[in-house]
């Protein structure tokens, strides 16, 4: 079981936007940054996100991050079909990197 | 633009030790500020960090698996390694390496991982 909670699937139609979720506690999200990966299926983990709500260069504005409290979130508007991936949260806990169980986002 | 790839044996049998190699190419390992870590990934499952060293020698590493793990750097060959010990079944996953930048402020492992390795399938089995 992940320290970090996301919901295990996600999906909409293109165009649409959908939310991913992750879920933590003090001694991680809300205490630290939060960090988005993205993997493409049989590919590795990519930077999605970071620092809560940065994207890294070459990032399409069609993703943002937020983070409160000890939850934050991935928005994906104008969904497109190759945005079908696994998407995954992390953040610092107190000694190591915890992750989310991944979410599987299918375009439907 | 930094590119890393693991190295190593595919197939450990149980209770041996589990060794892979990351090569970093296009920069060197010891240029900037950077930590350099190991993150593995059960097949069908979530993301499991494992450790990270600095080029000084300092290595941090995931409680869960501290007893069994050993980081270390060779500058010389712009290289890193990890050795897990006494490998089971349940360590069989694909293993990753990354980069991470230190920022003022940053934890102790580092701000955020990028780029990574493709990865390298190790299966515990005898």
């Known amino acids: 079981q992940s320290v970090l909670t996301q919901p295990p699937s996600a999906s909409g139609t293109p165009g649409q936007r959908v939310t991913i979720s992750c879920s933590g506690s003090s001694s991680n999200i809300g205490s630290n940054t939060v960090n988005w990966y993205q993997q493409l299926p049989g590919t590795a983990p990519k930077l999605l996100i970071y620092?809560?709500?940065q994207r890294p260069s070459g990032v399409p504005d069609r993703f943002s991050g937020s983070k409160s409290g000890t939850s934050a979130s991935l928005a994906i508007s104008g969904l497109q079909s190759e945005d079908e991936a696994d998407y995954y949260c992390a953040a610092w806990d107190d000694s190591a990197w915890v992750f989310g169980g991944g979410t599987k986002l299918t375009v439907l | 633009q930094v590119q890393l790839q693991e190295s190593g044996p595919g197939l450990v049998k149980p209770s041996q030790t589990l060794s892979l190699t990351c090569t970093v190419s296009?920069?060197?390992?010891?240029?900037?500020?950077?930590?350099w870590s190991w993150i593995r990934q059960p097949a069908g499952k979530g993301l499991e960090w494992i450790g990270r060293i600095y080029t000084s020698g300092s290595t941090n590493y995931n409680p869960s698996l501290k007893s069994r793990v050993t980081i270390s750097v060779d500058t010389s060959k712009n290289q890193f390694s990890l050795k897990l010990s006494s490998v089971t079944a349940a360590d069989t996953a694909v293993y990753y390496c990354a980069r991470a930048m230190i920022t003022f402020g940053a934890p102790p492992g580092g701000n955020w991982f990028d780029p990574w390795g493709q990865g390298t399938l190790v299966t515990v089995s005898s």
């Open positions: 620092s809560n709500n």
């Open positions: 296009g920069g060197s390992i010891s240029s900037g500020s950077y930590y």
